[in-house]
């Protein structure tokens, strides 16, 4: 075992154990859904959480449900009145987290819309405290575009994965579109003015971006 999985092991080993009802779901997509690697997993998850009950958001939008592992827990920290929105563009992904949605006790919370995000986003005649970006990785520069205008002053947007398997540190070949979608947009965070950001190193890096 190298140090970096020690260190993981050990941070594991001393974080909030996770939640029965995300082991279950965390062990049903590994065993069942194509590309199970994409969920948000047990640090992220705790990290998630943690940043939503410091907001305590009314309104979440998540981008990219995948199995419903991280609108779990982001769910955790709403309001008591609080909604999160959540679109997936896999409608056979659907039902798998609808089902632990109503486990997690949180189906009431959250509303579950199925198709393109670039679509559906204009249709939302809200504003957002929080919103969670982890889709497609050639669209975020769209996305970001999509819900600034919607975020609300002093709001958070978190993106995954803009390290990206580290490859932002290379030159990406012309057709390497994900590669060039995540440096776009990490070049579009850095130059934007109207918020503050951190890029957090973890798992995949993790951008947390508040809106001035």
Not at 74 to 96: C, F, Q, S, V, W
Not at 131 to 137: G, T
Request: glycine letters at 6%; a negative charge.
């Amino acid at each position: 075992m190298n140090r970096q999985k020690e260190i993981e092991k050990y941070i594991l080993n001393h974080i909030e154990p996770e939640d029965e009802i995300l082991k279950e779901l965390d062990r049903e997509t590994h065993l069942n859904v194509l590309g199970a690697r994409m969920i948000s997993g047990h640090l992220q998850g705790q990290v998630l959480t943690m940043i939503s009950k410091m907001i305590r958001p009314r309104i979440i939008l998540e981008i990219g449900t995948f199995t419903g592992y991280s609108a779990i827990c982001l769910a955790k920290g709403l309001r008591e009145d609080g909604k999160l929105i959540t679109i997936e563009i896999d409608d056979e992904l659907e039902k798998i987290a609808e089902k632990y949605f109503e486990k997690a006790g949180v189906r009431n919370q959250i509303l579950q819309r199925i198709g393109p995000a670039l679509e559906i986003i204009p249709t939302l005649n809200v504003t957002f405290d929080l919103v969670f970006i982890d889709a497609h990785k050639t669209e975020y520069p769209d996305y970001y575009n999509a819900v600034f205008d919607k975020v609300n002053m002093g709001g958070y947007i978190i993106a995954d994965n803009t390290l990206w398997n580290e490859k932002v540190l290379e030159n990406p070949a012309d057709d390497d579109y994900q590669t060039h979608g995540i440096v776009e947009f990490n070049t579009i965070i850095k130059n934007d003015t109207r918020v503050e950001k951190v890029i957090l190193p973890l798992r995949d890096g993790m951008t947390v971006i508040r809106k001035k």
